[in-house]
């Protein structure tokens, strides 16, 4: 039988360090290294960073602060301003280069298995969940913060989605810092370990394909196609550009806070009864507005905001908000409960599994399985670095795939949200 961990015995303690300010400025210099090293020539780097995945830094590096009584994560207003005006705004430029026509155009083998992953992610939790607490009931029957499920929540938005949308389903189920903060080590780790197998498996791709029967002349289509759009969009962004750009994301992400503000008050008159489905959240109401801003403004030429930079200034936000999250965990809260490890381990195979089957039966190319299934699970991080592995001209596949992966990522573990909350 699992013991998950009791609720540790609250110390207080004066931070070193209580100026927002000087935290905001040590957490992004401890982000700028972090780049700087993940794409250093160096070898002792590229060494480390093929172990250590540099996302993990970037939750882990401003949790020591908080571990060792640096800071007070609790009490700092960061993560709050960095999830309710920076999270918007980076679902917006994210989702904002969304090409819904490429993406179909890529084969119906592509979008069929980056949906498979999807389904995957959202009854796999659920059935690792069940599978699990058979074992171990006291995962069960917990309504508060620290609850399995809302830790799960936040593992789905992740996996399906990104790291965006992880941080809003922590905003809309309420799940507390302790289990995300043994969450995020779970969803990192095991995720990564997934994407070394993918890697080793695109290896052998051509071997692969041939036993399956797949058909991979379409690949040789897509390389086409994929390099022709970046020679037409691409270009050094201007100042000009780059207001643009911050003017898209903070001006929906204005508009998001007065549409939240205004519709939560209705439903909470009118429909008491959905409060179970969030639609009482302002939060929930704001992230929604923002993704489904960032879709529309995808088939107007504010899309081409993508061809100077809008995913990397989106990104560099989510990366501020990454390390807020960290610096409210405490890592010594990730020792005491391996049994979340099994749940991510089972939780994977079933999504993995589940990738596989759909793949031999429709007979697609290995590099729609792989890239598919990171598209969900990593992200625009990751999946990139998959596609490369097949072709380096194939690394914009990924991020179209991931891309979608943002649009969905809301809604998708939302859902699987009502599922495990159902379950937990």
């Known amino acids: 039988m699992f013991a998950l961990s009791s609720t540790p015995e609250v110390v207080e303690h004066t ?109 796999g939790g659920p059935i690792a969940l069940l599978i699990v607490s058979s074992i171990a009931p006291e995962l069960l029957g917990v309504s508060g913060p620290e609850a399995v499920w809302r830790g799960m929540t936040t593992v789905a938005g992740s996996w399906i989605g990104g790291s965006a949308n992880q941080a809003a389903m922590k905003e809309i189920y309420g799940a507390g810092d302790q289990i995300f903060s043994a ?19 695109s290896a052998n791709a051509s071997n692969i394909d041939k036993k399956t029967g797949a058909d991979t002349s379409a690949i040789v289509d897509l390389k086409e196609k994929v390099e022709q759009f970046h020679a037409k969009h691409g270009r050094i962004a201007t100042l000009s550009d780059i207001m643009i750009i911050v003017a898209v994301g903070l001006g929906v992400t204005g508009f998001a806070h007065l549409f939240a503000d205004n519709i939560t008050p209705y439903f909470i008159e009118n429909f008491p009864g959905l409060a179970k489905f969030s639609f009482h959240s302002k939060f929930f109401w704001m992230i929604v507005f923002a993704s489904t801003v960032g879709i529309a403004l995808s088939f107007t030429k504010a899309r081409e905001l993508e061809g100077v930079g809008a995913s990397k200034v989106g990104s560099a936000f989510l990366y501020i908000l990454i390390a807020t999250i960290g610096m409210k965990m405490d890592v010594t809260m990730i020792l005491d409960a391996p049994i979340y490890f099994i749940i991510g381990a089972i939780w994977m195979v079933i999504h993995a599994s589940l990738m596989l089957i759909v793949a031999k039966v429709i007979k697609a190319p290995l590099f729609y ?38 649009t969905i990522g809301t809604y998708m573990a939302w859902l699987c949200g009502q599922i495990l909350q159902a379950i937990g």
Request: hydrophobic content about 55%; aromatic content about 10%; some cysteine.
């Open 15 to 123: 931070p070193l360090l209580t100026n927002d300010a000087t935290v905001l400025g040590i957490i992004t210099i401890m982000l700028g290294l972090v780049f700087y090293t993940a794409h250093s020539k160096s070898p002792f780097w590229k060494n480390f960073y093929r172990f250590v995945p540099a996302v993990l830094l970037c939750y882990f590096l401003p949790s020591l602060l908080n571990t060792f009584g640096i800071i007070d994560g609790e009490s700092s207003q960061l993560y709050y301003v960095a999830s309710r005006y920076l999270l918007p705004a980076c679902l917006v430029l994210l989702t904002i280069s969304v090409d819904l026509k490429a993406i179909a155009r890529l084969g119906n083998k592509a979008v069929i298995l980056f949906l498979t992953g999807t389904i995957g992610i959202v009854i």
């Open 183 to 201: 969450m995020v080590t779970v969803d990192v780790i095991v995720a990564n370990l997934w994407m070394a197998v993918l890697l080793v498996m």
């Open 369 to 406: 399985m792989a890239v598919g299934s990171q598209a969900n699970v990593g992200g625009a991080a990751s999946a990139p670095i998959v596609a490369s592995a097949f072709h380096p001209s194939l690394a914009p596949v990924g991020v179209l795939l991931a891309v979608l992966g943002y």
